[in-house]
């Protein structure tokens, strides 16, 4: 069984029995459906009558300035953050589940955050893309990995030739590290058609 498709494992049972909290990392290349699982796992916790909040980092403008959204056209209700110091700060104390997408624009602060939000008695869940462009660690996703209790790993499928995609490949030519987009930007793709610089957008 895949771990992450099942909410309510054993030991997420016992640990929301303690009354501890806990946090749950979603990783992956863009298109691998991060997104939409976390907008899953948030769902189930409002269908549940948990209290959730839900925040984005507010450089995301790809579709709409107060929802997370998949590539797919499912979103949820969400609140433009610039800083972790700021999510921090919006944290009602009686919310229940915290989701954070894109947590690879965050700045490192956003472990500390999260740590103190799960010492606190939340569940915290965070996506975002494990590597960048040329297929670096994208901080402070590595640093979350390791603080994480729970962990999902998400692929895509390779556009070229239907592989495993564990890179997003920019198909245009930007040196940034941040280079907002989506299909018009990037592509999935597998670790042999990846190459770590803009290539040409995959045909058909
Ligand atoms: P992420 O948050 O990881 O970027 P999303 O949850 O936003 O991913 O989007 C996942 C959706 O992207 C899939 O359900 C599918 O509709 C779409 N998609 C586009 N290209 C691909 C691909 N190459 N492999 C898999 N899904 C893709
Ligand atoms: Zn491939």
Same mark, same amino acid.
């Given at each position: ?35 939409? &699982? /976390?907008?899953?796992?948030? +769902? #189930? ?6 209290? !959730?909040? $839900?925040?984005?980092?507010?450089? =995301? ?47 490192? &602060? /956003?472990?500390?955050?999260? +740590? #103190? ?6 569940? !915290?869940? $965070?996506?975002?893309?494990?590597? =960048? ?72």
């Amino acid at each position: 069984m895949i771990e992450g498709y099942f909410d309510d494992t054993e030991e997420r049972r016992k640990q929301r029995q303690n009354g501890t909290g806990w946090i749950e990392v979603i990783v992956g290349s863009m298109f691998s459906g991060k997104s939409e &699982e /976390l907008i899953r796992r948030l +769902n #189930r916790a409002r269908i549940a009558r948990q209290k !959730v909040q $839900v925040f984005k980092p507010k450089i =995301d403008a790809r579709y709409s300035r107060e929802e997370i959204a998949s590539h797919s056209g499912q979103t949820h209700t969400s609140l433009p953050v610039t800083t972790a110091a700021e999510l921090l700060a919006e944290i009602e104390h009686d919310t229940q589940v915290v989701g954070i997408d894109e947590g690879q624009f965050f700045d490192m &602060e /956003l472990v500390e955050a999260v +740590n #103190r939000l799960a010492a606190e008695g939340k569940r !915290v869940i $965070v996506a975002g893309l494990d590597q =960048d462009y040329t297929g670096r660690p994208f901080e402070p996703m590595p640093q979350l990995l390791c603080v994480a209790e729970f962990i999902t790993k998400t692929h895509a499928i390779c556009v070229k030739c239907g592989s495993t995609a564990n890179y997003s490949q920019r198909t245009v030519e930007s040196d940034a590290r941040v280079e907002v987009g989506a299909a018009d930007k990037y592509e999935a793709r597998c670790r042999k058609c990846f190459v770590p610089h803009a290539d040409a957008p995959t045909a058909g």
